[in-house]
């Protein structure tokens, strides 16, 4: 069946998928392959096909972020009054349809965590069979912890071990002297060192979820797909799920009768359309005049991300366009103590304008989150985009992991051979430690990694919003599989998190 | 983003508002900027060309004198859009000048710059670390102009 943009859909089906983000086409496209399971997935966003060039060409990845119409910006607001955007992506796929490709998987940290609020389900140890087989790496296929077949297909376009690019050479060198040693498979369970990023491209082409999940499950009768659709509530009738109200671009509303509802609006919008549904917490429903069904306070809470801070040189001598990034990345730790690597470097492009020297900024990304933010209603109104509140840098424990990864750079950059491309720090000015910390606490923006808004718990945890198996804790017949449900932010990027939890609730729902 | 600093310049008060009130003179002390029109007494526009990698981007803007009272008073509020998103970019600029001597003056100033759009992704990035730089040049360069034999 081919897509319909916003038509009423006219049958009442088994599993109305909320979302086609990174984990809903997962969801919808595992869940299809039963061709006696009735699926409808659900889309706010555009589903165009074919996927125009700005969004399938890696290449136009800058363009897709600064021109495109599928990228939502969300302002958030720094304790100082300033503001910065939060990301997400407005078309089927998701965020996997405007993020950097980057296919790296959460540290065996990430799934301990997880576990003490999932279980042992959770673990890294038994997470592992998912995650080999959501994978297609040529590189790795062989190895025991990677996967070959799956439907994601990673590839690396850099080798370290062949590397003639100076810049770079320059990082593996500075990197080995500070114990960082080469690493060429990311995706260990503790991943340390200059890394050479993989990415989910085939023949040049982005490889969303939208193209490696439902691409393959479009022809399926038992599917349905519908994009510009908003869907307005989940229907709850005596303690379960039934269904959803959909309002299409023209205002229209329609009542869709399902036996299940998968939510997989994201990190903004799944607590988003709970709290809508009645689901969410006292003060919210309150606050909006919405009828509460169940009043969890853990809806929207928890927000985690990581943090990201920029320091900029002088550049010695003019670069190449495609300098370092997006080749290698460098994970590190913000203080030899810490047990886990906490830090993302990136040498970041440089900077020209006529009449400076080229400047060169580095990013310096924590990946750690101590405290919790919160995701908050606008207002009732489905068409209104919620308040995000990140906190972001807003525990001391953060604030000085932060400023240890900046000391780190600035110790790395002058390292022999990195001097030779790194002059002075230019920004912030390097005179204080006063002034560093106002940089970081008046600069910081995110690496578009939110999560934590319907986390998973135990029955008892106040604040758990699922439970270990995505089901929405006081509804049957409900559950929220995206990025949202995970604890903690991860210490990688989070789209391979948010599929392997589409794929869980895939699982969820057809074992309910 | 907000900026707030000083610069020490040799040359007397009388001297140096001359030069930063003037939009020409002033725009030629500031890197980058191009194709200056001015509009009237108050107002004049150009442009701004810089690249972040592989985005190479203008930005046209218009710069309008709000508040002229010599020495200590000087507002200028600066709009603009940059050719690669339209996004918008508004900066409000106050500054005033204080003789520390009959042939020093040193100037203090205070900037709020807004970006509204995606250039709020990358643009916040860049102007932080431009302005630096840019303020120093412009130091050097009134420096410059005002220590010059007349």
């Given at each position: 069946m081919t897509s319909t943009r916003g038509?009423?859909?006219a049958t009442d089906v088994d599993v109305a998928v909320v979302g086609g983000g990174t984990a809903g086409c997962v969801v919808a496209a595992r869940l299809s392959e039963d061709p006696a399971r009735r699926v409808l997935l659900l889309e706010e966003g555009p589903d165009p096909q074919p996927i125009p060039p700005i969004v399938s060409d890696p290449k136009r990845q800058s363009e897709l972020i600064l021109e495109s119409p599928y990228v939502r910006m969300y302002d958030v607001e720094r304790p100082d009054g300033s503001s910065f955007p939060l990301l997400s992506g407005r078309i089927m796929g998701g965020g996997s349809s405007i993020n950097n490709l980057a296919v790296v998987r959460p540290m065996r940290a990430d799934f301990d965590a997880w576990s003490t609020f999932g279980g042992d389900g959770w673990s890294y140890d038994a997470l592992l069979p998912l995650l080999r087989a959501i994978e297609d790496d040529p590189?790795?296929?062989?190895?025991?912890?990677h996967g070959s077949g799956g439907p994601l297909h990673l590839e690396r376009s850099y080798r370290l071990d062949e590397t003639v690019d100076p810049p770079v050479r320059a990082l593996i060198a500075a990197a080995g002297d500070a114990g960082l040693p080469p690493c060429h498979d990311l995706n260990v369970p503790d991943p340390i060192g200059v890394c050479a990023s993989p990415y989910n491209i085939v023949d040049g082409r982005r490889q969303s979820t939208a193209v490696a999940y439902l691409e393959p499950a479009r022809g399926r009768p038992n599917l349905t797909i519908h994009a510009d659709a908003t869907v307005v509530r989940v229907l709850v009738d005596d303690g379960r799920a039934c269904g959803v109200e959909v309002r299409d671009p023209d205002g229209r509303t329609t009542t869709i009768g399902a036996r299940q509802v998968v939510v997989a609006g994201g990190v903004f919008h799944s607590p988003e359309l709970l709290i809508r549904s009645g689901i969410g917490p006292s003060d919210e429903l309150t606050a909006h005049g919405i009828a509460p069904r169940v009043v969890r306070e853990g809806v929207g809470r928890g927000y985690q991300d990581h943090a990201v801070v920029y320091v900029t040189f002088q550049g010695t001598t003019e670069l190449r366009e495609d300098y370092v990034i997006p080749k290698v990345r460098l994970i590190a730790k913000s203080h030899p103590d810490r047990a886990t690597p906490d830090l993302h470097v990136f040498m970041q492009p440089s900077i020209r304008m006529e009449g400076l020297p080229p400047l060169l900024p580095v990013s310096v990304r924590l990946l750690e989150h101590r405290a919790t933010g919160r995701v908050r209603l606008?207002?009732?109104?489905?068409?209104e985009l919620p308040i995000v509140e990140p906190a972001l840098l807003q525990h001391p424990g953060d604030v000085e992991a932060m400023a240890g990864g900046i000391a780190f750079v600035r110790e790395l950059v002058r390292h022999p051979a990195l001097a030779e491309f790194y002059g002075d720090l230019v920004n912030p000015e390097p005179d204080a430690d006063a002034d560093m910390l106002e940089h970081i606490l008046t600069s910081y923006i995110s690496y578009y990694h939110g999560v934590g808004t319907c986390r998973i718990g135990a029955a008892?945890?106040?604040?758990?919003?699922?439970?270990a198996g995505l089901r929405v804790y006081g509804v049957d017949g409900l559950w929220v599989a995206d990025a949202s449900v995970l604890p903690t932010v991860p210490h990688a990027n989070t789209n391979l998190a948010a599929i392997m939890v589409g794929e869980l609730g895939a699982r969820a729902v057809a074992a309910a | 983003m907000r900026l707030e600093g000083t610069i020490d310049i040799p040359a007397p008060a009388e001297a140096v508002w001359a030069v930063i009130i003037d939009p020409r003179d002033l725009a030629a002390c500031v890197p980058g900027v191009s194709d200056v029109r001015q509009l009237d007494d108050r107002t004049f526009e150009g442009s701004v060309r810089a690249s972040v990698g592989p985005i190479d981007g203008d930005f046209a803007f218009r710069s309008v004198l709000a508040t002229l009272s010599y020495p200590d008073e000087l507002v200028v509020d600066v709009e603009g859009t940059d050719s690669v998103t339209k996004s918008r970019v508004v900066a409000h600029i106050e500054a005033g000048l204080s003789s520390t001597s009959d042939e020093s003056t040193t100037l203090a100033y205070r900037a709020t710059v807004t970006t509204k759009g995606r250039l709020a992704i990358i643009g916040d990035m860049v102007l932080r670390a431009t302005a630096g730089m840019m303020i120093g040049q412009v130091t050097k360069c009134l420096r410059a102009r005002l220590e010059a034999p007349a």
């Open positions: 038509d009423r859909p590189d790795f296929g062989d190895d025991p912890i606008a207002s009732a109104d489905p068409g008892d945890d106040p604040l758990a919003v699922v439970d | -």
